[in-house]
Structures are given as structure tokens and as C-alpha cells.
């Protein structure tokens, strides 16, 4: 195959955290987290429109004109066809999105004074079992979104609502997001292949009782329409004053 010069992404490794934030925006398969970091596949995968160009926080991902491969529309679609069968067989991969770890939580009791501030021996514990929790920088194929219970928050209710911890948080994966403030095109990819890849058991939305947030609902619903499964979806509205909404 005679290569041609083309338009082409090329990746600067040294700034890829590994977040996958790109993975899904490529259609065609071209990109995949291999030892935490973003590769090329081939270069006859990647069309070179550049439809994964903004989705990740690190800028590691360029669109360049270099010599390569053309691209071949058969071969990405024998690609395409491989990846949907190794999804279906393989189990989830390692966490890799910003530094993704699983947290197990301690009592805080006895915590000696910081900042300035005596702490609260008496304080409950935290329910948080993983990170990062923030949806632009969570992997949709992250080990703790496997088979689990999920909750889908708005930014404020932790500050609105205080017993999150106990009452929502407790037992489920988290994820956040502010439909206002934040890209939702973005979002709405993500929760479609949060949705179609973990087998999840329910999903709980917790939101605002203000205008804005009642979008991420939509989002929500929407995704999961267009991700065709069927998982159980609890919504709940929390006021302003810290209340549970009917």
C-alpha cells in the first residue's frame, strides 16, 4: 500500500494521562489505552477529520499532515467488528482515567486538629469508594462502574443535602456533573457507553429543584434510550433548602 501524505493525529505521550476521554469520540476504533497511555492503532483506522480533538483536559492529541497509510473504510470495519466481539467476551479493563483508584475508607475518628480547625472526633464516614467521580474524566470501562449500583449527581447536591453520604451515596458508584456548566454533548456520549458497557443493577439521579438541573435528567433519559438497555432509574429532586422534593 503506497502511503500519501494526509491529514493525521499524532499523540504527545508525554501529556496523556490516560484519561480515555478520547476513546469514544473516535468512530472508527483508531485510539486505545495501551499502558496508560493513548496509541494509534494504524493509521489506516484514523480518517482524519479529527472528531477526537477537544475530548480530553491534557491537549495531547494533534491533527498533523505526515506521510501514512490512506484510509481504508474496509479494514475499520472489520476493526470495528473485532472490538464488539472482544467486549463481549473480555472482562472491563483497569481503571486509567486520571489517576483512577479505588478508596477504602477509614473511621476519622481521633483525627488530630488541621488547617487550623479542630476536627470532628465524632465525624461519619465517608462513603466514597472511588476516583475520579468528576464524568468528563471518568473511564466508561472503569472496574468500579462493573455491575454496580449507580449514582448520577448534580454538582451542588452534596452541598445542598446533608446526609449524601448515608442516604445516596452509600453502596454505589458516583458520578457528577453540571448540566449548566459543562459540555453536555460530552456527557451524553459518556453516559451512553457508561450505560452499554457495565451491566449496571439501577441508576439513581439525584439533581437540583432549580430550572438547569432538571437537563440533566433529560440527558440521563436520553442516553439511555439511545444506549438500548434497560436499567432501572430512581430520580430524585432535592430543594434549595435541603429538602426532598415530591
Request: glycine fraction near 8%.
Amino acid at each position: 500500500m503506497s502511503k500519501v501524505v494526509r491529514k493525521i493525529i499524532t499523540i504527545d505521550e508525554s501529556k496523556c494521562d490516560g484519561c480515555g476521554l478520547c476513546i469514544p469520540s473516535c468512530e472508527e476504533g483508531a485510539l486505545q489505552i495501551v499502558d496508560g497511555k493513548a496509541k494509534l492503532v494504524k493509521d489506516i483506522y484514523c480518517d482524519g477529520l479529527g472528531n477526537c480533538l477537544g475530548e480530553f483536559p491534557q491537549d495531547a492529541i494533534k491533527l498533523i499532515e505526515r506521510e501514512a497509510d490512506p484510509f481504508d473504510e474496509k479494514a475499520v470495519e472489520e476493526h470495528l467488528e473485532r472490538l464488539e466481539k472482544n467486549q463481549q467476551k473480555q472482562p472491563a479493563p483497569e481503571m486509567v482515567s486520571c489517576g483512577a483508584r479505588e478508596i477504602r475508607n477509614t473511621s476519622s475518628s481521633g483525627t488530630p486538629k488541621q488547617g487550623g480547625m479542630e476536627a470532628n472526633t465524632t465525624a461519619p464516614e465517608a462513603e466514597l469508594g472511588h476516583w475520579p467521580i468528576q464524568l468528563h474524566l471518568v473511564n466508561p470501562e472503569a472496574r468500579f462502574l462493573q455491575n454496580q449500583d449507580l449514582l448520577i449527581a448534580a454538582d451542588c447536591v452534596p452541598f445542598a443535602y446533608a446526609d449524601f453520604h448515608k442516604q445516596f451515596l452509600a453502596g454505589r458508584a458516583l458520578v457528577i456533573g453540571c448540566p449548566k456548566l459543562d459540555d453536555v454533548d460530552t456527557y451524553h456520549s459518556k453516559l451512553v457507553e457508561v450505560f452499554k458497557r457495565n451491566n449496571l443493577k439501577s441508576i439513581t439521579l439525584v439533581h437540583m429543584e432549580v430550572g438547569c438541573c432538571f437537563g440533566l435528567s433529560r440527558l440521563v433519559r436520553s442516553a439511555l434510550q439511545e444506549a438500548g438497555v434497560h436499567i432501572s432509574l430512581e430520580e430524585i429532586v432535592v430543594g434549595v433548602d435541603g429538602s426532598i422534593k415530591e
